[in-house]
């Protein structure tokens, strides 16, 4: 049976949600992540209209400023966007069992085998699209095709709003008519190195040996190219395992600025610590997944003697793998955030001797959930501290 993979993305998500939330604001640039003035924050979402100026995510707030003076600038509103999030996953769930949700705003759909049920995939994303529309407000991009990487690239090309389906068997003539900056991992500075060796397009690096890419982008980088040119199954997105409760991200530019690469873990650990709390589980071990502009990837988990106990519990300790195993100066592609070993809070265990207040943090956080699955109309924000 052919494989069928939707890589849904939600369209410009965080500042799509302002706009939905001010309709005042619809039509205008609007860039989330901080007000002018503050220091050292990032771009985290920029409206479609912000884009037109060059703005774009983890790009500093201050050269935003410069770009759109006029645009409107808005921390975010993490609690808000996950339950908008969930309100478009729960969509997703009503036409597939398989759902891997990647992050607060990218996920992908397993629709093999679901002809029967739903008619042609592609007839199938038009209604997904249809319904997230009507209950949510928001728009997604569809990507459809055989294998996730591709969907992926699919759902990229015809933003916003989108739906591009590639056709099985079509794979590697697709790839061989994409321009080069169009494949999807290759960054600012792979792009360079290709260029300096005289590759230009796709056809050119399928024209070249593995050993050949693998030496002006290594071992890992190589072997991605060599594949993904000819349309071969070349699955970057492991799904968690039954016993972790993980999300990731994959940034278009890569993230080399401190602060733009905490603020992304953070909004990694708000999407763990939720699900962590709508599913009623708990977990003392948490992994970090980094991948570098060159395609390596490395992983990193610590274990301790209590559970993780809130989002600000879980940003500091990601924070502490993280820096242990970073190599600094590295442009980071890809972050992700798993809690790990996962167990029902029903699980009988031994209490922590000491609280340092972080049961308090749990509570209030478990509140904010509640409220917010109670009445979508409230606004709760949790904002993050300015730091030299």
Known sequence: MQSVFLHVDLDAFFASVEQLDHPEWRGKPVIVGGKPGDRRSVVSTASYEAREFGVHSAMPLAQAVRLCPNGIYVHGRMERYHEKSQEVMAVFKNYSPDVQQMSVDEAFIDLTGTE??????????????????????????????????????????????????????????????????????????????????????????????????????????????????????????????????????????????????ETALLELCYTVMFRLLREKIRSHSLGIKIRYEDFTTVSIQETSDRDISSVDDMFERAKNIFYKKYESGRGIRLLGVAAQNVESIDTPRQADLFDFGESKKRKVEEAILKHLEKDPRIRITKARMMKD
């Not at 029967?116 to 994303?125: D, M, N, S, V």
């Not at 319904?131 to 990487?149: F, H, N, P, Q």
């Open 116 to 261: 029967r049920l739903f008619g042609a995939p592609i007839e199938t994303a038009k209604r997904i699209k249809s319904e997230v529309l009507e209950k949510t407000g928001l728009t997604v991009s569809i990507g459809i095709a055989t294998t996730k990487y591709l969907a992926k690239i699919a759902s990229g090309l015809q933003k916003p709003d989108g739906l591009y389906a590639i056709a099985p068997g079509e794979e590697e003539s697709f790839m061989l008519n994409l321009p080069l900056e169009k494949v999807w991992g290759i960054g600012k500075k792979s792009l360079t190195r290709l260029n300096d060796a005289g590759i230009r397009t796709t056809k050119e690096i399928h024209r070249h040996s593995l050993s050949f890419l693998s030496g002006i982008l290594g071992p890992a980088g190589g072997a991605f190219l060599y594949n993904t040119v000819r349309g071969l199954d070349n699955d970057t997105f492991v799904p968690a395992k039954s016993h972790s409760v993980s999300s990731e991200s994959t940034y278009a530019y890569d993230l080399t600025d401190r602060y733009a690469i």
